[in-house]
């Protein structure tokens, strides 16, 4: 079975803090791991995939096979990088993606 | 270029009623797929569809929810008997093909049953 965990409903740090929003997977295979974001009152759109292994809006994420773990990260928060993250898998041979709960990112001044 | 659509954005209904939720994929994408997004639940997928192949229906709550697919294009999922716990956003997104290929979100239908 597959299964995603983002332990953190919510997150919060002041502008310029680092952040990192944490993902946990269970998957005996080989995965493929995305982040989404969701900003207010937008569509739910890719952030980054690990396959890319590129920077996006400053965003980066390793994945960790030993720890299961997929962990999203930004050295300076931004305020307008407040929004929904959703880490996601997808298993080998699968066509869906299995989601976490998601957390909340709140930037503050 | 156009992305997914979907319609109606809101919906209010009446417990016991059926509901009809519409997604017009990306044209060329053969992939579709409809997820539900709940408040503390996350995103729960509900069936997929892939060009001409039958879908994949495993993430169906219950036999009161089915989806179609309409020359490979535009898809509805219809909920029957609706019950309050089906509020919730629901979802559509396509790809270009099942695989490796990134999902493109709709904007969701939001569903309120009364």
């Known amino acids: 079975a597959q299964r995603v965990t983002q332990p953190e409903k919510l997150l919060s740090v002041f502008k310029g803090a680092p952040v990192e929003l944490k993902c946990n997977y269970s998957?005996?295979?080989?995965?493929?791991l995305f982040w989404y974001v969701q900003y207010s009152r937008q569509r739910l759109q890719l952030l980054l995939r690990h396959i890319s292994r590129e920077s996006i809006k400053g965003f980066t994420a390793d994945l960790n096979k030993g720890e299961t773990s997929f962990h999203l990260k930004k050295p300076f928060a931004q305020e307008e990088d407040s929004a929904m993250y959703y880490c996601?898998?997808?298993?080998?041979?699968?066509?869906?993606?299995?989601f976490g709960k998601g957390t909340m990112l709140l930037v503050s001044p | 270029g156009a992305g997914v659509s979907q319609s109606p954005s809101n919906k209010v209904t009446e417990k016991g009623k059926d509901v009809e939720l519409r997604c017009d994929p990306i044209?060329?994408?053969?992939?579709l797929y409809w997820y539900r997004q709940s408040l503390g639940q996350g995103l729960e997928f509900l069936i997929y569809?892939?060009?001409?192949?039958?879908?994949?229906k495993s993430g169906l709550p219950s036999d009161r929810f089915s989806a179609e697919r309409t020359g490979g294009s535009v898809s509805t999922l219809t909920i029957q008997r609706t019950q309050q716990e089906d509020s919730a956003v629901y979802l559509c997104a396509s790809s270009l093909e099942s695989g490796m290929e990134t999902q493109y979100f709709g904007p969701g239908t939001r569903l309120l049953v009364l």
């Open positions: 044209s060329g994408h053969t992939a």
């Open positions: 996601a898998l997808k298993g080998t041979g699968y066509s869906t993606l299995t």
């Open positions: 569809f892939q060009g001409n192949s039958a879908p994949d």
């Open positions: 998957y005996s295979g080989s995965p493929e």
